[in-house]
């Protein structure tokens, strides 16, 4: 069974960084197109960062480029995104996601995966 558990998320200030954690099991994460995801009230969900095949292949919202990283620990089957230079904005509920591949034309797109998690709170404000 695909699962996939966030954490990491909190408060932090403007200008502050943060590490999301995503712990799966059911699943290989080199194996699997994987990625973060956010939703801030009344908004659409939205792509933050994707990854394929441990870094192959990476995806990058325009409004996070620059700031945040995602990576892969194939050894403790979990997924990170690292957060800098955190503003207002990027406050949401941030959640994990996975799909045995990456669709054609939806990396980086909710349609584009069938797993998610539960989703973690990360709020930036002063």
């Known amino acids: 069974e695909v699962q996939l558990v966030e954490s990491g998320g909190g408060l932090v200030q403007p200008g502050g960084s943060l590490r999301l954690s995503c712990g799966t099991s059911?699943?290989?994460?080199?194996?699997?197109?994987v990625g973060w995801f956010r939703q801030a009230p009344g908004k659409e969900r939205e792509g933050v960062a994707s990854?394929?095949?441990?870094?192959?292949?990476?995806y990058y919202a325009d409004s996070v480029k620059g700031r945040f990283a995602i990576s892969e620990d194939n050894a403790k089957s979990t997924l990170q995104l690292e957060m800098n230079d955190l503003k207002p904005e990027d406050t949401a509920i941030y959640y994990c996601?996975?799909?045995?591949?990456?669709?054609?034309?939806?990396?980086?797109?909710?349609?584009?995966?069938?797993?998610w998690g539960q989703g973690t709170q990360v709020t930036v404000s002063s």
């Open positions: 990854i394929q095949s441990g870094g192959a292949t990476t």
């Open positions: 996601a996975a799909n045995p591949i990456c669709v054609p034309g939806k990396f980086g797109t909710v349609a584009g995966f069938r797993y």
């Open positions: 059911g699943f290989t994460v080199r194996q699997f197109c």
